[in-house]
């Protein structure tokens, strides 16, 4: 049986009339990436849970409450298909000058700013990068992207890591040190370097490479699938002619 290009896009299309798509991989991460990228925000100011997305789902689940004192200072969340692995980790041993780092295997963190209240999470924004956190999380490179909801009116007008206020800096620094730690233990995360927008896109295109490397065109290798399907669906019915 061959499937045109027309009908494919007819079976894609109906595929996603019925099918809410993976918010990691069946999520395009944009056509202006790494300028402007589509992020799936898990967690707002003001959740008092960590809401993190099941990787096997796509459904939010809860990974732990918040401890302490510790909010999020932004809208936080991830960059669709990409991930942290070994051209993320390469790129952080080559600015820390370390060895021995690998990839936490998540998709690419990002931290989004606004000036506007978003009352939920589970959502889609476009956003700008404009810096970012190099962190390390026992050994694992885990970067925090910086950006800015696109067309903020407030803002949008920032376009480098350097635009943003010392205070909301520390803000996220302090955030990202401390929201995994308890008294009497030992800091488990560190922040080598802020760095800025050039950087950050740098970030993005590498973790696109990893999912590149991992995952490949899953659309390809689902369009494949269907074929074998139909194939297989239409020699049942040649035989079944045949009885």
Same mark, same amino acid.
């Given at each position: ?33 790494? !300028? ?122 920032? !376009? ?84």
């Amino acid at each position: 049986m061959n499937l045109g290009k027309e009908s494919f896009n007819k079976i894609w299309k109906m595929i996603g009339l019925r099918y809410k798509s993976h918010p990691w991989h069946g999520v395009d991460i944009g056509k202006n990436a790494p !300028e402007v990228v589509t992020s799936f925000i898990e967690v707002i100011p003001t959740d008092t849970v960590k809401y993190e997305v099941d990787k096997k789902s796509g459904y939010l689940t809860i990974d732990r409450p918040q401890r302490f004192s510790n909010i999020v200072p932004a809208l936080y969340g991830f960059v669709p298909q990409t991930l942290c692995k070994e051209e993320v980790a390469a790129y952080c041993m080559d600015k820390t000058g370390r060895k021995g780092i690998v990839g936490d295997d998540d998709p690419l963190d990002i931290c989004v700013l606004t000036e506007r209240e978003i009352t939920h999470g589970n959502i889609l924004v476009q956003a700008k990068p404009i810096g970012g956190l190099r962190m390390i999380d026992g050994g694992e490179a885990d970067d925090k992207i910086i950006a800015v909801l696109n067309n903020d009116e407030v803002y949008g007008q920032w !376009e480098d890591v350097s635009d943003i206020p010392t205070s909301i800096l520390n803000r996220l620094q302090h955030y990202f040190l401390t929201y995994k730690q308890l008294p009497a233990e030992k800091p488990k995360c560190e922040i080598t370097h802020i760095y800025g927008c050039e950087e950050a896109k740098a970030v993005i295109l590498r973790s696109q490479k990893d999912y590149e490397k991992v995952y490949g065109n899953l659309e390809d290798v689902m369009s494949m699938t269907l074929v074998e399907a139909f194939t297989f669906g239409q020699q049942q019915q040649d035989i079944l002619k045949e009885l």
